[in-house]
């Protein structure tokens, strides 16, 4: 039996949906998002041109999947780095993740999808910040602040994401650090104030 034989006869098995998101992630990272086209998706899937209309019924519904299972993925590294090494290291897996799927986390971020027109993306886009959000509320308790300190832990790993993303950081701020050891470094310097009584502002809060 054919490649294209073995793939058509797993669609009719039912993981059509699967296999378009795996391969509309492909293009996504590899071309870019400009490249990635219900047409061309077809074509690199073999299936006919009508296929993926009855899961994508338009592009917009294509990227807002793609967008899903990203912050879906982030969440879940989020959730693995948090066992095994608390705050810290979550702030540390969310920079990670964009570091490794650049184009992904700019669909993510960038504003291209009106997340509230989504409901299924919109759910685990905020699945993913309640994660990040009540890590830090875990440490903190009842504090006021709680919440804005977990929107300056936020901005602080996204914003660290984003200038290494552009290359906006100079190599002589590096220091020679490779990427890793360097994102543990800046992490690793900054806390965030709770604004607790009777709690060093200190050790409050730490980068999400």
């Excluded at 190599?171 to 709770?194: K, P, S, Y």
Aim: aromatic residues 6%; glycine residues 10%; without cysteine.
């Amino acid at each position: 039996m054919s490649t294209l034989s073995r793939r058509k006869r797993r669609y009719h098995h039912g993981d059509l949906p699967a296999a378009l998101l795996q391969t509309a992630g492909k293009i996504l990272e590899k071309e870019g998002l400009e490249a990635l086209t219900l047409r061309s998706l077809t074509r690199r899937t073999g299936v006919s041109r009508a296929a993926p209309y009855r899961h994508f019924p338009h592009r917009e519904a294509l990227l807002a999947a793609l967008a899903a299972e990203g912050y879906a993925m982030l969440g879940r590294a989020q959730r693995e780095a948090a066992a095994a090494g608390g705050l810290r290291a979550m702030g540390e897996a969310y920079v990670r993740f964009a570091l490794r799927h650049p184009q992904r986390f700019r669909l993510m971020f960038g504003g291209q999808l009106a997340i509230a027109k989504h409901p299924a993306l919109r759910e685990v886009a905020l699945k993913t910040f309640e994660g990040l959000s009540g890590a830090l509320a875990a440490r903190v308790g009842g504090a006021p602040g709680a919440r804005d300190a977990s929107i300056a832990a936020w901005a602080l790993v996204h914003g660290l994401a984003q200038l290494l993303l552009g290359d906006r950081i100079a190599a002589a701020a590096r220091q020679g650090r490779d990427e890793e050891q360097f994102i543990r470094d800046v992490l690793g310097t900054t806390r965030f104030a709770a604004g607790t009584a009777g709690q060093p502002a200190a050790d409050a809060a730490q980068p999400a």
